[in-house]
């Protein structure tokens, strides 16, 4: 039996949708888009929602709309994807990386010590669509001053607290990438939560090259032309079509992963009963979107060994990510690379294992089994 680690679903209406998308408008911002946004908008109570080609070109356009400039320090964790991090060095920004604790979220104690008057932002990931304490956070927000970008690319559909991730902070970002739970191969959106006008406007400015096309379409202004610093950040109506069908089933997606996610578990408890692994732990105040499955082994030599094994029997597993304080982008840039304990620990010990809504049980049963072999035998040696 051979396990892939992901597979796109296949909501039924995409290619309709993208059908009539071609005889309608090929470009960006055409019926499916304004769809698709008031969607968004509906769904998680957002308050202005922008469609974007990423997850990346979102925090890109976080970072433009915050206006993070030379000499900024941006604090977020070191455990996470490139693209947080990237935003922030093409405005001349600093990342200063924090460590996590034990939910993988944001560690705040490690924030606190991190912030200075530099301090212009914090964008916050949430890990497997779990959240750290997102009222702690935003209380510090206002003592000290600073932003708060969510990175809610794996969070979408999920809540803190019955807030829905991606919404609490000043700016959230969502991905639709293939990997992500609701996809249009590449996608994202921008989530603007407080009523600034003025950043509405920008962010609509900053989307369409720079230009007041936005004004112009709606009749306001007799010309459209370069205005501020922007950029290509709007999908094509195509994905968009895509996009939509995939979002009108967002709730038999979530139950398809649910189920799946809570066999997983039911089937490893006993090992996480005996010590040999540890299970996803989620707090009383996060409901998850069932994202990822993942387990921590008690050693690097365990993780890599088992890795290897399910590999061998066609079972694709991973870990990631490789913390971005030891990456060589950030090596270039810093001499002294300091430890971050629980980052370089959790990285060292972690397995994800294949979850997708066409995933069978049978498939389950077959990798869990694979784990039982290695385990029994590697506690016999
Ligand atoms: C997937 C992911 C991204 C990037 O999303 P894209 O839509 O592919 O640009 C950024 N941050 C995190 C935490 C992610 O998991």
Known sequence: MEVKFNKPYIAGNELEYIHDAMHR???????????????IEDTFHVHKAFLTTSCTSALEMACLLLGIKDGDEVIMPSFTFPSTANAVLLRGGKCVFADIDHTFNLDLNDVKRKITSKTKAVIVVHYASASCDMDELMALASKYDFYVIEDAAQAV?????????????DIGCFSFHETKNYSCGEGGALLINKKQHHLIKQAEIIREKGTNRAD???????????????SSYLPSELLSAHLLAQLEQIEEINQLRKERFEYYKQKLKKFSDDGMLKIPHITRHNHINYHMFYVILNS???????????????????????PLHQSPQNRKLNSHIETLKMTEDIVDRQLRLPLYPSLSLKEIDYVVSLMEDYLNNRNKK
Not at 216 to 230: K, L, P
Not at 300 to 317: P, Y
């Open 25 to 39: 408008k090929t470009s960006g911002d055409g019926y499916y888009t304004k769809q698709v946004t008031k969607l």
């Open 157 to 169: 559909n999920a809540t803190y607290k019955d807030k829905y991730l991606g919404t609490i902070g």
């Open 216 to 230: 112009f379409n709606r009749g306001n202004a007799e010309f459209y032309t370069w205005v501020s610093i922007g």
């Open 300 to 322: 690097k030599n365990e993780r890599n060994e088992l890795m290897k094994f399910l590999q061998e029997n066609q079972v694709d597993a991973y870990f990631h990510y490789v």
